[in-house]
């Protein structure tokens, strides 16, 4: 079965940049016969869910355009690993950050894209 | 941007039907997955493309999607069902990945 495991510090300053990793552990990141994105997720204390972006095997990546300039998303196929870098953080980017596998299909002519498994989520606190 | 929008909360008492809706422009033309998320834990996925149940998710969660609005419904209800539940679609006009604002269904 497959796992996702979030890490990085859980305190950043503001200003600075906020780096994680999700390693992904029982699959291959690489799993080119499965329709598979790998996905950041954060979610503000006590609030709702905020997608932050995906990427693929290959590099390819889809944003939240609305982070889309402050959030670097890559993949490291050699470690079967996934990053999340966000600059310039301020105190609203302090949440739990998840990191998910993203299955993307296509039926009935529709696009299907959903999170399929989760990590456990690691609390990042921006403060100084 | 493309929103969802999710009643805050849901009561209902044990044995009976909670229906939690998720609506959204044309939501009908596009797929709905559904996630619970406990307290303190990540969320799981408990349906998608609309109807599906990933395995091990009990025959009682169904779902429906049709003009704009998506609705999970939760036949009898039990008092392990008490959660946070979310929506989420593709918005493939922009290919972003879109979450509703949440519900939290309470079992009294």
């Known amino acids: 079965q497959l796992q996702l495991q979030e890490s990085g510090p859980g305190l950043v300053k503001p200003s600075e940049t906020l780096s994680l990793t999700c390693t992904v552990s029982?699959?291959?990141?690489?799993?080119?016969?499965?329709?598979?994105?790998w996905a950041w997720i954060r979610q503000p204390p006590g609030k709702g869910l905020e997608w932050i972006g995906s990427?693929?095997?290959?590099?390819?990546?889809y944003n939240n355009p609305s982070l889309k300039s402050r959030v670097t998303i890559s993949v490291d196929t050699s470690k079967n690993q996934f990053s999340l870098k966000m600059f310039s953080v301020t105190a609203s980017d302090t949440a739990v950050y998840f990191c998910?596998?993203?299955?993307?299909?296509?039926?009935?002519?529709?696009?299907?894209?959903?999170?399929?498994?989760w990590g456990r989520g690691t609390l990042v606190s921006v403060s100084s | 941007s493309y929103e969802l929008t999710q009643p805050p909360s849901v009561s209902v008492s044990p044995g009976q039907t909670a229906s939690i809706t998720c609506s959204g422009d044309?939501?009908?033309?596009?797929?709905v997955s559904w996630y619970q998320q406990k307290p303190g834990q990540s969320p799981i996925l408990v349906l998608y493309?609309?109807?599906k149940r990933p395995s091990g998710i009990p025959e009682r969660f169904s779902g429906s999607n049709s003009g704009n609005t998506a609705t999970l419904t939760i036949s009898g209800t039990q008092a392990m069902d008490e959660a946070d539940y979310y929506c989420?679609?593709?918005?493939?006009?922009?290919?972003?990945?879109?979450f509703g604002t949440g519900t939290r269904v309470t079992v009294l």
């Open positions: 998910a596998s993203e299955r993307s299909d296509t039926a009935q002519g529709l696009v299907s894209r959903y999170f399929d498994l």
């Open positions: 029982h699959a291959s990141i690489s799993r080119s016969n499965d329709n598979y994105y």
């Open positions: 990427v693929y095997y290959s590099g390819k990546t």
């Open positions: 044309e939501l009908g033309d596009y797929f």
């Open positions: 493309e609309d109807i």
């Open positions: 989420q679609t593709w918005d493939t006009s922009t290919a972003w990945d879109v």
